[in-house]
């Protein structure tokens, strides 16, 4: 485990490539990765503001949407229910379309031609209540009009990031640990 728990820190990019291009399946460690940037991104504040906490939860929100969720993501990661419901409740109140392209300029998003974006463009936005409005930010396409619940802090994934870096260390870690063997052999 000490290992695995090595390569995810210094040197996962080579994990994560064999796991797609040998089992054409790199979601897991991909998973751990996002979760590893994550928490380096944020752990070190010792105070945080108002906008860095929103900015968290954006960074979240978008791990959640494009890994875990399995309605938004592509391939999502496989994890324990109650683990899950614990973060689909977190992130209950973000509107996500993973269609809406990211802007590197806050005047595109100003656009009235964009659509709200919300995982079903059929759903009716009218009827939700305005005093949620915010401004948005460029960094995600999660919607920022959600309130940051009090429940979240940095290690909103940490019991899935445990539990998937179980399942790559028994079933994944161990054929990249031989095929990397056998190819040096």
Same mark, same amino acid.
């Given at each position: 485990?000490?290992?695995?728990?090595? &390569?995810?820190? #210094? +040197?996962?990019?080579?994990?994560?490539?064999?796991?797609?291009?040998?089992?054409?399946?790199? !979601? #897991? *460690?991909?998973?751990?990765? !996002?979760?590893?940037?994550? /928490?380096?991104?944020?752990?070190?504040?010792?105070?945080? *503001?108002?906008?860095?906490?929103?900015?968290?939860? $954006?960074?979240?929100?978008?791990?959640?949407?494009?890994?875990?969720?399995?309605?938004?993501?592509?391939?999502?990661? $496989?994890? !324990?229910?109650?683990?899950? /419901?614990?973060?689909? $409740?977190?992130? +209950? !109140?973000?509107?996500? =379309?993973?269609?809406?392209?990211?802007? +590197?300029?806050? =005047?595109?998003?100003?656009?009235?031609?964009?659509?709200?974006?919300?995982?079903?463009?059929?759903? =009716?936005?009218? &009827?939700?209540p305005a005093s949620l409005e915010s401004t948005r930010t460029t960094s995600s396409t999660a919607s920022?009009? &959600?309130?940051?619940?009090?429940?979240?802090?940095?290690?909103?994934?940490?019991?899935?990031?445990? &539990?998937?870096k179980y399942l790559v260390f028994t079933n994944t870690w161990p054929r990249y640990v031989d095929a990397?063997?056998?190819?040096?052999?």
């Open positions: 485990m000490q290992a695995l728990e090595f &390569s995810i820190e #210094n +040197s996962i990019e080579p994990l994560i490539a064999w796991a797609a291009s040998r089992e054409f399946t790199a !979601e #897991n *460690t991909i998973f751990l990765r !996002e979760v590893r940037n994550f /928490k380096k991104k944020w752990c070190c504040l010792k105070i945080v *503001t108002t906008a860095q906490r929103r900015q968290m939860f $954006n960074d979240a929100s978008l791990i959640y949407f494009t890994l875990v969720n399995p309605f938004t993501a592509e391939t999502p990661i $496989n994890i !324990e229910y109650k683990i899950f /419901k614990t973060l689909q $409740n977190m992130f +209950s !109140e973000v509107e996500f =379309d993973p269609y809406m392209p990211r802007s +590197s300029t806050p =005047d595109a998003l100003k656009s009235p031609g964009l659509r709200e974006n919300v995982v079903c463009p059929w759903e =009716d936005t009218l &009827s939700r920022t009009r &959600s309130i940051v619940p009090s429940e979240f802090s940095e290690e909103v994934f940490d019991a899935a990031f445990e &539990s998937i990397e063997l056998s190819s040096k052999a």
